[in-house]
């Protein structure tokens, strides 16, 4: 008997025949002693509508005087706890995800050419102030909105507490190292300014002409390639670099969270200066999320794992991996945490849901749940796969309809994962109530070495405990 380890991460090495792990709408949950297994494997939570606004493309989303405001398509509307909205303003240009921040009193947009307000009497309006200038992110910090002036390395403040009124001398210069100010974000009471080469470290001196000064010594040696990446989470800022590595900024020292394997795929990605990151706490799971659109794909890192997996949402009922329809990206496009539930922005429609245990389909939509084993071989020997027996949580499916007898589907390659076997016969997931179903395959065959792909489309609960095999070994 041998424990076959199934998708610890999505990790496909430029080698398949070294790993070509996957973990596609699946995570690792670590467990304490004590506990079946210490790794088992969790489906996603399902989508389960909150809201349907009338335009669609969710392109951002803040809390604002413990209401919602989001801007869908070109408009804004304010979303109460109910899920009714309100529309406040339209003409918001463009379609990419938009940078929003709020003081007391106001929330500004900008998408990267013009600025936007609405205030609490829902007055809304674009800012025409002569000295505003394009941002691509806007943050408050110290009484002030700050925004990066786009295509410059310069920085500009709003007055003290006024997001429509501007001074054309209330601007400084990031100029450490040549390059342009791709972004601005603060975190542990400093302002972070992410430059095409590096970061600079600003702090609220207070001073008359203007309030900010450059941290003595504040420089890290890192740029950032899209400003939409930069998120705060765990205390932390996190970024992609110039160099195309995801970083973690503790303090001021980038950690490198990114794996070969997921550098490997960004780096064939060509342009990602449209990436973006948006970040969510899912019961003890800190998920940063990272989609780049124009490929499109979406890795999401695990903070409390330090792992990856990916995202993928279809738009069919197909079982299997031939011929099921992936939009090549999660349609998550934004996230927020309010109205007691993490609540995702889509960004093809003008849904907003909430990540729902109790939901194993996306507003109906399919979640097709994959995963890849590690290498399966025994010092070059020939191995004879006798039997291959999947510990899951079987029995949980529904009583009637897709689902009511959910089937897991099985595919191995012997060839280092270059060529993939004809799918298996499914193996039940078990009707409701066959609670000791069992899910096994007898004689795979022999080779020197195996890589099984597990698939499960049908709405039902993932959880995969273990992985046990008959496994003999032969002559060389």
């Known amino acids: 008997m041998a424990d076959i380890v199934f998708g610890l991460q999505s990790y496909q090495s430029r080698s398949l025949p070294l790993s070509a792990q996957r973990m596609v709408n699946c995570f690792l949950e670590t467990q304490p002693q004590g506990t079946k297994s210490q790794v088992p494997i969790f489906g996603v939570p399902g989508l389960t509508q909150f809201a349907l606004l009338p335009q669609a493309n969710i392109r951002g989303m803040t809390a604002f005087q413990g209401q919602l405001y989001v801007v869908a398509g070109d408009s804004l509307y304010r979303v109460n706890r109910a899920g009714g909205y309100k529309l406040l303003g339209s003409g918001i240009a463009g379609s990419g995800v938009v940078s929003m921040s709020s003081n007391a009193t106001q929330v500004i947009i900008v ?3 013009e600025g936007y307000l609405v205030d609490d009497t829902d007055a809304f309006q674009e800012i025409f102030d002569p000295n505003f200038n394009s941002a691509a992110t806007v943050l408050f910090f110290d009484n002030y909105f700050v925004f990066d002036r786009k295509g410059t390395n310069e920085f500009f403040l709003s007055a003290l507490g006024d997001g429509l009124s501007y001074n054309g001398l209330d601007f400084a210069t990031a100029e450490a190292q040549p390059g342009f100010l791709t972004a601005v974000a603060q975190n542990l009471q400093l302002l972070f300014l992410f430059c095409q080469n590096h970061i600079e470290l600003w702090y609220d001196a207070g001073t008359a002409d203007f309030p900010f000064q450059r941290y003595a010594g504040g420089v890290i040696e890192r740029g950032c390639v899209a400003p939409h990446t930069v998120v705060l989470q765990d205390d932390a800022l996190f970024f992609l670099g110039q160099d195309r590595i995801f970083y973690r900024l503790q303090g001021n020292v980038p950690l490198r969270m990114s794996t070969h394997a997921v550098e490997h795929a960004i780096q064939g990605y060509g342009d990602v200066t449209d990436a973006f990151c948006f970040t969510y706490t899912w019961e003890g799971h800190k998920m940063i999320v990272l989609t780049f659109p124009s490929v499109p794909h979406t890795w999401v ?20 991996a031939d011929n099921a329809i992936s939009i090549g990206r999660w349609r998550g496009n934004c996230a927020i945490e309010i109205f007691d539930k993490v609540l995702i922005g889509d960004y093809n429609s ?17 979640i097709q749940c994959l995963m890849h084993s590690s290498p399966v071989h025994e010092d070059r020997m020939r191995i004879y796969m006798n039997r291959l027996e999947l510990d899951m949580q079987v029995g949980t499916s529904d009583a009637s309809g897709q689902g009511s007898d959910p089937q897991v589907l099985l595919r191995w390659s012997k060839d280092g994962a270059q060529t ?8 039940s997931l078990g009707k409701v109530g066959e609670y000791t179903k069992r899910i096994r395959w007898l004689n795979l065959g022999q080779g020197y070495q195996f890589v099984f792909e597990l698939i499960i489309t049908d709405p039902v609960k993932r959880v995969l405990i273990g992985t046990h095999a008959d496994v003999a070994v032969g002559m060389r």
């Open 111 to 113: 998408n990267g050419v």
């Open 301 to 320: 890192f695990d903070v409390s794992t330090k792992l990856w997996h990916e995202r993928d949402s279809r738009t069919t009922g197909a079982r299997t």
């Open 350 to 366: 003008g849904a907003i849901g909430y990540l729902d245990w109790d939901n194993q389909t996306e507003y109906g939509s399919p």
């Open 420 to 427: 993939w076997s004809m799918v298996q016969p499914p193996r």
